[in-house]
Structure formats: C-alpha cells, structure tokens
C-alpha cells in the first residue's frame, strides 16, 4: 500500500519554461539553439544543480562554452527566475494528498541560489513534510546517492512509495531502489496513474 507521494519539481509541479522563454526573446533560431546548448542542453547543467561550484563559476563556464553569444547567456541566467512558475493544479494536489494522509517528499535537481529564489513562491511547499533537494547533497538524479540520501534521512520504505518526475532516466534510477514510479505528461494522466496505484486522489 502506498504512504508516501514524492515530487519532482521541474515540470511536475512548476514549469520551467525555458523554450518558452527563448521563443519570446527576440534572438534567431540558430541564437536560441546555442544558448540551449550553452545552458540547459549542456554538460554544465547538472553541475549547476550539483551544488559544489560557485554558481557564478557555472555561469563563466558556460559563456566560454560559447563566447560569441556570452551576452545572451548572461542575460539567459539574468531571467532564470522569471522562467519558472508553479502549476494551477500543485497546491491542490499536494494539499488534497496530505489531506488524505500520505507522507510528502520532494527530490529535485535545483540550484542553491535558483531553488532559494523559486521556493519564495511556490505555494505547494506549505504541505510537504520534507525532501532532498540536488545541490544540499552535490549529488544529481539519476546518481544512487540521492535516493539513498532520501530513504535515509526519511526512514523510507520504497516499496510503500511512488516517485512523480517528467523523465525518464530519474525514473529508472528509482525503480533500482524499488520505488513505484509515475512519469508526468499532463496532470490529467497523473491522477489516472496515482488511482491505478490505489493512491486516494
């Protein structure tokens, strides 16, 4: 039986509109993909949410990547926080399963500064009991060592457990440890998945 409902953060229960954002800018495709590439796309990404490097080291390392579009970079972390907005459904469905009894944990790949900055303004995290976030540990999903740092700062038995990300890969990773799993694709799909697990929702 399942007590224990753990979240994703980024596109589970706040968009990370990055695309979004890119599209909106007033750059040409071949600008937008490299900043894509120099950023979110790059081998940088998941050093910026490891935490053990200076964010700004991150950022250097990143406009070196691509020097030609060093501004753009720039400006692309200069609105980073103006990309990220928490779904209409989140505080609802966190709120309607704590409500229902179920233990609510976060694991998430997140900057220090990023996640400080964004957690001012998710609503949701009033009704979570607890989680590991990327950078607190300098370990990133799919790494074994953040499940583990979960189940063991949270006494977590996984197989009473289902695990929310949108990708996959973070979703093998928790399967190893014995974690239910749902992948995210629309909230709607969501919740049929969470009642197929028996999850009251």
Known sequence: ??????????????????????????????????????????????EWDRGDKAETEIIEQCCQHAPEIEKEVRIFFDHILSMVKEYEYSEGLVK?????????????????????????????????????????????????????????????NPEEAVFLD????????AKLFGFHTIQVKSYEQTLIDLRNLRVRI
């Open 96 to 156: 309607q399963l704590k409500e229902n009894g179920y233990k609510i944990y976060l694991l998430s790949n997140y900057s220090r500064w990023h996640f400080i900055n964004d957690s001012k303004k998710f609503r949701f995290l009033q009704y979570v009991d607890g989680g590991i976030i990327s950078y607190e540990i300098n370990h990133v999903k799919p790494e074994a060592e953040i499940y583990e740092a979960l189940i063991n700062k949270y006494n977590l």
């Open 1 to 46: 039986m399942i007590n224990t409902i753990i979240f994703d953060i980024g596109n589970v229960l706040a968009k990370f509109a990055w695309k979004e954002y890119l599209q909106e800018c007033d750059y040409e495709e071949d600008i937008r993909q490299k900043i894509s590439n120099a950023t979110v796309q790059s081998k940088f990404w998941k």
């Open 166 to 173: 949108d990708l996959q890969e973070n979703l093998e990773g």
